[in-house]
């Protein structure tokens, strides 16, 4: 709804941004209040932005929140309560040692299955083998956030498979495989950061005492609950039939809010999957692999007032030239522009309409060069296939994927691996600790190498 987003004022995301601060804050000086209440913070900041939301712009309003929690919040929390389901019943039985070795295979491992699997399928495949490898290590924070940087969001940027912009291009008309050209960057990108992180965790490592690391009685390697692995294949064609099937028709619910068939059979498949997975696993997997239901609760329960709050952020970003943020997208020319500002608003946006703004944004501006080449925003295919146009893709594909690291709400999986390893006792940095010590150090030096190298 551009028309929506073009009168809605930038403080109306303010819920939004008090939500942000609750997460930031609270469970830094108010732990304990956090951790009861946190259901009640994400509902309040929810109400705070629907009751005034819906009161002023009435059945546009209404529309508006009931596309977002049934178009856009169920099929998230859906397709990630699936993959956690069936990762939960897969279980790599052994002692791992998590040396830097070990430790760099696993991550190497990850990033490079994410583009195949989805950044969270393979972040919940391969955190649980990590942090028990590192369960005797002193220092394991750092283990946790690289993984976030890597297979959460890093790795994913390679088929429309790895994460939801990608996937987006790709009904819009991308080549399944034309993200492949992402790949010199995303090897610069991921290169890099691989070998920041076998640096540091070889100076944590040669600090530690290494008897107690090894520790414990050897267990030989093997694979537990290992049909699983099929029925996460089952996850993989689902979604991607979904983005293939066209039967030209839709439900309709409340005037325009529109409910595509593809998607409905998707979510039942992906909820029977998880059915399948929990009735078939024996319960001895997933104690071994210390399942429970804890990490995906909050998930929801955070990401359920996240969705709501942002909607008028959205709003204003699908609004364009047209809408509060009309400064950003009209200083957004050079190829360098499109992957710092996709990438800086999908740190903290929904990356897929951030996608979308930007790629619409990038037909325009070759529009505008060759008035002759009547590109569409809708069709994609096009853009991808011109010269200038394609580079415009390559940067916003890349920094609305890779950005996502910049944040714990940055991408899906990321608050979900947090949320696993502070369950398995892992001290997780908070959410400024994370900017400040790690993206900011680590991932923004490499990202404004990526930009010399590529987008200049």
């Known amino acids: 709804m551009a028309e929506l987003g073009a009168h809605l004022p930038l403080w109306s995301a303010v819920p939004f941004a008090g939500l942000l601060l609750s997460i930031a804050l609270l469970p830094l000086f108010a732990p304990g ?59 790599l039985k052994g002692r791992l040692l998590g040396s830097p070795r070990v430790n760099l295979l696993l991550l190497l491992a990850g990033t490079l299955t994410a583009s195949w699997i989805g950044t969270t399928g393979a972040a919940m495949v391969f955190i649980r083998p990590l942090l028990r490898a ?59 950061v691989l070998a920041i992180f076998a640096t ?28 699983n692995l099929l029925l996460l294949a089952g996850v993989v064609g689902a979604v991607i039939a979904s983005g293939t099937w066209k039967p030209g028709s839709a439900l309709h619910i409340y005037g325009h809010v529109t409910l595509e068939w593809p998607n409905l059979a998707r979510d039942a498949a992906l909820l029977l999957l998880a059915w399948v997975s929990l009735r078939t696993t024996r319960a001895a997997v997933r104690q071994g692999n210390h399942f429970t239901w804890g990490p995906i609760r909050e998930v929801a329960v955070l990401f359920a007032g996240i969705f709501i709050t942002m909607i008028p952020a959205v709003l204003i970003l699908e609004a364009g030239a047209h809408g509060a943020f009309s400064g950003l997208v009209s200083a957004v020319s050079e190829p360098w522009h499109y992957f710092w500002a996709s990438g800086g608003l999908s740190s903290f946006l929904d990356n897929a309409p951030t996608y979308r703004t930007f790629s619409s944004l990038a037909v325009g501006a070759i529009n505008s060069l060759h008035p002759g080449a009547g590109l569409s925003a809708d069709d994609l295919l096009p853009l991808s296939g011109h010269d200038t146009g394609a580079l415009l893709l390559t940067a916003v594909s890349a920094g609305s994927v890779f950005m996502g690291a910049n944040t714990y709400i940055g991408n899906a999986p990321n608050f979900m691996v947090k949320a696993i390893a502070e369950e398995e006792g892992v001290p997780m940095p908070s959410f400024f600790g994370y900017m400040l010590r790690f993206v900011v150090p680590v991932l923004l030096p490499v990202f404004a190498l990526a930009t010399v190298l590529f987008f200049r």
């Open 33 to 91: 209040f956090w951790l009861r209440h946190f259901p009640k913070v994400s509902a309040a900041w929810a109400l705070a932005l629907a009751v005034p939301f819906v009161a002023v712009h009435r059945e546009l309003a209404v529309q508006e929140v009931l596309k977002t929690v049934l178009a856009e919040y169920l099929p998230f929390l859906i397709l990630i309560g699936t993959l956690y389901t069936i990762t939960g019943g897969i279980r």
């Open 134 to 192: 590192n369960a005797r290590r002193k220092h394991r924070t750092h283990v946790v956030v690289f993984f976030i940087f890597l297979v959460a969001n890093i790795g994913g940027s390679l088929t429309p498979l790895g994460d939801p912009p990608l996937f987006l291009g790709f009904l819009h008309g991308v080549p399944f495989f034309w993200t492949l050209r992402l790949l010199p960057v995303t090897a610069l990108v991921a290169g890099l």
């Open 200 to 227: 540091l965790d070889t100076f944590y490592y040669r600090r530690e005492h290494h008897a107690s690391l090894q520790a414990g009685e050897p267990e030989r390697l093997g694979l537990e609950g290992a049909h």
